[in-house]
Nanobody, 124 residues
Framework: QVDLVESGGGLVQAGGSLRLSCAAR????????VGWFRQAPGKEREFVVT????????DYADSVRGRFTISRDNAKNTVYLQMNSLKPEDTAVYYC?????????????????WGQGTQVTVSS
C-alpha cells in the first residue's frame, strides 16, 4: 500500500507559477513511477506528465510541454511538478498517482494508487 498526498495548489494569476508536491508513504514508494493527471469541472481526468522510478524518463502532454517540469527526490519520497506560465485552461484538480510497473504511462487505468488531489485555479 502506498499513500500519496498532494500539496501546493492554490490561486494564481495567468503567467504565474506554482509548484505541486506529491509525498509518498508506505511500502517502498520509490519503486513506482509517478504521474500527474488533472480534472477540470465537467471534463474527464487527463494525463499531464509522468516520471519513471529512476527519474531518467519523463513524458509530457503537449499542452504542458515547455511550461511544466516534473522531478523526483527519492530520498524524500517526493515528486514535484513545477508549473510556469500558467494559463486559465490549466485550472483543474491535480492528482498524482503511482504505477507499480515503474516505467510511467499516459493511461490512468494503469496506475495503482491515487492521491486526493489539489486544486489549481488560474485567473485571467
Amino acid at each position: 500500500q502506498v499513500d500519496l498526498v498532494e500539496s501546493g495548489g492554490g490561486l494564481v494569476q495567468a503567467g504565474g507559477s506554482l509548484r505541486l508536491s506529491c509525498a509518498a508513504r508506505g511500502r517502498t514508494p520509490n519503486i513506482y513511477a509517478v504521474g500527474w493527471f488533472r480534472q477540470a469541472p465537467g471534463k474527464e481526468r487527463e494525463f499531464v506528465v509522468t516520471i519513471s522510478r529512476s527519474g531518467g524518463s519523463t513524458d509530457y502532454a503537449d499542452s504542458v510541454r515547455g511550461r511544466f517540469t516534473i522531478s523526483r527526490d527519492n530520498a524524500k519520497n517526493t515528486v514535484y511538478l513545477q508549473m510556469n506560465s500558467l494559463k486559465p485552461e490549466d485550472t483543474a484538480v491535480y492528482y498524482c498517482a503511482a504505477e507499480r510497473d515503474g516505467l510511467g504511462s499516459r493511461v490512468r487505468q494503469l496506475y495503482d494508487y491515487w492521491g486526493q488531489g489539489t486544486q489549481v485555479t488560474v485567473s485571467s
